[in-house]
């Protein structure tokens, strides 16, 4: 009989990537140099999770004397960069574990544990890493009433009610799978923000958790609502140029980094989506940041400031609005604001070219935000490996210094030159047994946090190293794994907006298709605003001939986007309206690619089920047996996009299905 890893049967989900070894080596020789609470939790993980090791193990940070012989990195480490490796330290030979800091320590320690789980040979190890991304946050879109906002792994997994007293040891095991990762900040509560987390009551129940984190080389910041000195402070506006409103706030950063010393800062959504902000008084969004800013300054924290501005203002077309609005500030924001701008230009669609403000705003350091919450690709019920997407624009040249100016180079701050740098991840974690509603969503938390450490790690070596981590070592059930999630997320592409469409979907929950929809208030709002479909074609003009929205990409971008034949095809109907018999590349015509797009999205997903079929003797039943229904759903609902938007789409051209459609006619 077929007998499962260790590591497979003691993960119910709960574990994550980082089951307990089921047997650790009682007498595995883990010291320290020193103490202090992180180098404490360093040597504890190493004991949870290490069954064996060929050597002691040392931690240490590169301060203590004894180390001082071995010229160890200092300078290229940075704060939280790590080295392991054999060394000699008074006589004995060691795999040294070590750092600038404890909190380097730590992420070495975690890099250690993932050597050892994706099989690497401890004796001869030699691990040297610093994170490219200064800031690594998780925003929690969690509301203080314990719902989440486009969270599907249950509630929130904040407990308001029960803080500041009781501290969940959840949220223990929850920075432990951050900081294994090298996720250094998280934002409490949801963009939407109620100007509640700034009272005195909910600044001591964020100190509670800070207390919880920060031994986890975590800290904690706040979605601020612009509007709060009304709410909170009775005063008559919240104009940021108003002296009261400035003196307001600069009291409340005072008062929060009272409690918590280290707070990292204020996260901001302004006047986006009703949302109040400083255009409310004629002001600038760097006029709002810079307010914000300056309260913060004097204790060290940052602003991250929001790029996505979707008001009703727009006069042709939604995905221009950020790009009008902010990149005339560029040199005008302070220097402990970052831009957060959304990977493109509309809202986590699965796939979008990349947004046009990356290499647009040299003078501003702008971050990175994605979302691991899968709200337009399935919700937690469908498999989609987002690291594909992630990647995807990050390696997105913006030619913005030339030839090789990614989006990684952009926000990792090499490329203009900027000290502070940042990635955020809209989390995708809730109270859930499994934390983010299936086992495979786990693994777009793993990839989010290891990117944010190294924008430049290919997802499929990630997807590998969490497979390995999350079901054990057994190549076979790693390879399926990989194999599955590296299809998947294109998967969900073919199946709900092949070719560049995007923004099909139903209304409000957007799950499922809707790309008929047509009488929302907003015309933004609705699908048709998108797609553009009639009789005679499909597709967005966003050339000089429609909504121009290419000229906001660097000349060398826009001049390929100009032309429908050198546009890449996955995006072609994002940037041109053609006609329904329109050649492809193949030679085939637009129509009858569309529909192989979509069969071919149907067909993944029957594959991916008949892969993980294969690892049924591979996996516990439990995870197996979640993972194999949820497939089942998403074939069923592969099926159901596809039908329905091809119904949809024959209804306005009229077009038989080409021959050999698995569609129904
Ligand atoms: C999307 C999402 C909203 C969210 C918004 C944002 O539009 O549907 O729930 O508030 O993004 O990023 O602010």
């Known amino acids: ?104 320590v730590l992420y070495g320690a975690f890099a250690l544990i993932r050597a050892a789980r994706t099989g690497a040979d401890l004796t001869t190890i030699a691990l040297q890493s610093a994170p490219k991304v200064a800031v690594r946050v998780l925003d929690h879109w969690d509301n203080l009433d314990g719902s989440v906002e486009r969270g599907y792994a249950g509630a929130s997994l904040w407990n308001w009610w029960e803080l500041p007293d009781y501290k969940d040891p959840r949220y223990t095991d929850y920075a432990r799978a951050d900081a294994s990762l090298g996720i250094n900040g998280v934002v409490l509560n949801n963009v939407n923000a109620k100007p509640d987390s700034l009272t005195p009551r909910y600044i001591a129940k964020a100190a509670a958790l800070a207390d919880v984190f920060r031994p986890w080389g975590i800290k904690v910041y706040l979605s601020a609502r612009f509007s709060a000195p009304i709410e909170l402070g009775g005063l008559k506006t919240a104009d940021p140029l108003d002296p009261a409103v400035a003196a307001w706030w600069k009291a409340k950063a005072d008062e929060i980094y009272r409690a918590i010393p280290d707070f990292g800062g204020f996260l901001v959504k302004a006047n986006s989506e009703g949302q109040p902000g400083p255009r409310d008084y004629h002001r600038s969004h760097a006029e709002g940041a810079n307010m914000l800013a300056a309260a913060l300054k004097p204790h060290g924290g940052i602003v991250m400031w929001r ?242 929205a290419i000229a906001q990409y660097s000349p060398e971008v826009a001049r390929r986007l100009a032309d429908p034949r050198t546009t890449p095809e996955s995006e072609l109907l994002w940037f041109h309206h053609l006609p329904w018999d329109w050649k492809m590349n193949s030679g085939e015509t637009l129509w009858h690619a569309l529909v192989a797009h979509y069969d071919q999205g149907v067909a993944s997903v029957a594959a991916m089920q008949a892969e993980w079929d294969e690892a049924r003797p591979l996996v516990d039943p439990e995870r197996w047996q979640k993972t194999a229904t949820f497939l089942a759903i998403q074939h069923r609902e592969a099926q159901w996009w596809r039908d329905a938007s091809l119904a949809y789409w024959m209804s306005l051209n009229h077009l038989p299905l080409p021959a050999g459609s698995a569609a129904p006619a």
């Open 1 to 104: 009989m077929m007998t499962l890893s260790e590591a497979a049967r003691a993960n119910d989900g709960y574990e994550l990537w980082l089951p307990p070894a089921n047997d650790p080596a009682a007498n595995l020789d883990i010291a320290t140099l020193g103490t202090g609470a992180t180098l404490d939790i360093a040597a504890g993980e190493l004991h949870r999770d290490l069954a064996t090791a060929p050597l002691p193990i040392l931690l240490a940070t590169n301060l203590r004397p004894e180390l001082a012989a071995l010229k160890l990195p200092g300078a290229a480490l940075g704060r939280e960069g790590y080295v392991v490796r054999r060394a000699t330290v008074a006589g004995r030979a060691v795999i040294l574990v070590s750092g600038n800091t404890e909190t380097g």
């Open 307 to 548: 790029a996505f501005v979707y008001a009703e203002s727009d006069p042709d077309d939604r995905a221009k609005q950020a790009y009008t609005e902010f990149h005339p500030l560029d040199g005008k924001f302070a220097d402990n604001v970052l831009v957060q701008v959304k990977n493109g230009a509309i809202d986590f669609q699965p796939r979008e070219p990349f947004h046009p403000l990356f290499g647009a705003m040299p003078r501003t350091p702008i971050m990175l935000e994605l979302q691991i919450t899968k709200e337009y690709l399935g919700f937690a019920t469908h498999l989609a490996y987002l690291g594909p997407l992630f990647s995807e624009v990050l390696e997105a040249d913006t030619y913005a210094r030339g030839k090789g100016s990614t989006v990684a180079k952009v926000i990792d701050g090499t490329l203009d030159h900027h000290a502070l740098s940042g990635m955020a991840g809209v989390a995708n974690i809730g109270r859930d047994r499994d934390w983010s509603g299936s086992t495979f969503n786990q693994a777009n938390w793993y990839a989010f946090g290891r990117l944010a450490w190294d924008p430049d790690l290919s997802p499929e070596a990630i997807a590998r190293e969490w497979a390995q981590q999350t079901f054990g070592p057994d190549p076979r059930l790693a390879d399926i794994a990989v194999k599955m999630m590296m299809q998947s997320r294109e998967a969900v592409v073919d199946y709900t907006g092949p070719l560049g469409l995007a923004h099909l979907m139903g209304t409000g929950h957007h799950y499922g298709p809707g790309p008929w929809i047509k009488d929302l208030a907003r015309p933004e709002w609705n699908p048709v605003y998108y797609h553009r479909a009639d009789a005679s074609g499909i597709g967005f003009d966003r050339t000089r001939t429609g909504s121009n």
